[in-house]
């Protein structure tokens, strides 16, 4: 069964350095996802992906946050200069983008440690 | 920002017998409702899903009921297996992007 991957699983950095969290969606599926969960705290949206473009990105997404598609195959989300406060699991989704079924496929997740 | 609330964080249930979990929300433009199960250290996994357009969508021991006067949803699960011991999460979603707003999730233990 196809499924979302995601790497690394767990990516322990310092405080202002850059980060790439790598994900491949399902093959077909034509919008993609990042969202985070801080732990204790709600899975929070941040930012969806289709047809090469950001088609919404929330309050949490600033201009440290980017996202990439550079093949046709993986998406990525860049933290360029990490902060305390992003420690959290980042899970990537993907969805198949047919009218009536909004499912999302999520990857086991990266846990980002910020030191 | 509550929009999908999921008021119990825990419930424990014998082997056999119905978990009932529910959740609660705000915003009437949400068309679209999905439960998630989670394990620790893992990415949560789609389980069921309704329309606001139904009021009850069934797959298998699962059932999602949805009652959009009260605003409120609610996943059975029966028999209840220890299999099913996990968090779940209520999530909910409108709109072209269909980003999902989430609950805080229940932490089901189904006791053998």
């Known amino acids: 069964e196809p499924e979302v991957t995601q790497t690394p699983s767990h990516q322990v950095t310092q405080m202002g350095q850059e980060v790439i969290l790598r994900c491949v969606p399902i093959s077909n599926h034509l919008y993609f996802y990042w969202y985070r969960q801080i732990l204790g705290q709600k899975v929070e949206f941040l930012v969806s992906f289709y047809n090469n473009e950001i088609s919404e990105k929330s309050e949490i997404f600033d201009d440290q946050f980017s996202v990439e598609r550079p093949d046709g195959s993986n998406f990525t989300l860049k933290i360029r200069s990490t902060k305390l406060e992003d420690s959290a699991m980042y899970f990537c989704?993907?969805?198949?983008?047919?009218?009536?079924?909004?499912?999302?496929?999520f990857g086991p997740g990266t846990r980002l440690t910020v030191t | 920002d509550q929009q999908v609330k999921q008021n119990s964080p825990s419930l424990s249930v014998q082997e056999g017998r119905i978990s009932i979990l529910n959740c609660d929300y705000t915003n009437s433009m949400f068309d679209y409702f999905l439960w998630y199960k989670k394990y620790p250290a893992e990415g949560p996994t789609f389980l069921i899903s309704?329309?606001?357009i139904k009021d009850k969508n069934e797959d298998g021991r699962f059932t999602v009921f949805l009652n959009k006067s009260a605003k409120h949803l609610s996943l059975h699960i029966v028999p209840s297996q220890p299999g099913d011991s996990a968090v779940y999460f209520c999530?909910?979603?409108?709109?072209?992007?269909?980003?999902?707003?989430w609950g805080l999730g229940t932490s089901l233990a189904v006791n053998p």
């Open positions: 999530a909910a979603t409108d709109g072209n992007n269909r980003k999902l707003i």
């Open positions: 989704a993907s969805r198949i983008g047919h009218r009536s079924s909004y499912e999302q496929y």
């Open positions: 309704i329309s606001s």
